[in-house]
């Protein structure tokens, strides 16, 4: 969600840290701490996001080239990945979150639930409307 800037996500790291360590004690007993990290990572992101209000940049590393590769298809997968790369930017903040978080992140539709603090029937309308969105902008490049 840092768009691909190392020190963006450095800094989302260290904010959601310190974050996380002033709510420490605020944590229930039981609860699922994983989510609760997301949760907050996820809205350090979106509050960066806000007040950016700026366009993802692309990693400056987007492909590693595989020796395998022709010089054209490497060239095609790195067009193809960039392409992907800005429509996943392009989703709106819930549904790129609820996108990265699910594929990225492998979570769980329960944990993904409670870090964007919905329900899991609204988490899983937020993934499937940005899946649907990148498909449909991707058939349109």
């Not at 490497?74 to 903040?93: F, Y």
């Not at 937020?126 to 990148?134: A, F, I, M, W, Y």
């Amino acid at each position: 969600m840092a768009g691909g800037s190392t020190s963006d996500a450095a800094d989302l790291t260290q904010e959601t840290w310190l974050r996380a360590w002033g709510a420490f004690d605020r944590l229930r007993p039981n609860s699922n701490v994983r989510a609760w990290l997301y949760r907050i990572a996820t809205n350090c992101a979106l509050s960066a996001l806000r007040s950016a209000r700026r366009e993802v940049p692309l990693p400056e590393d987007l492909d590693v080239p595989d020796e395998a590769r022709t010089a054209l298809e490497q060239l095609e997968h790195g067009e193809e990945l960039a392409l992907v790369l800005e429509k996943v930017g392009a989703l709106p903040p819930r549904q790129r979150a609820a996108v990265l978080l699910r594929f990225g992140h492998e979570l769980r539709y329960s944990e993904l639930a409670c870090v964007l603090r919905c329900s899991e029937a609204n988490a899983r309308a937020n993934v499937s409307l940005g899946v649907r969105r990148l498909r449909r902008e991707l058939e349109e490049a």
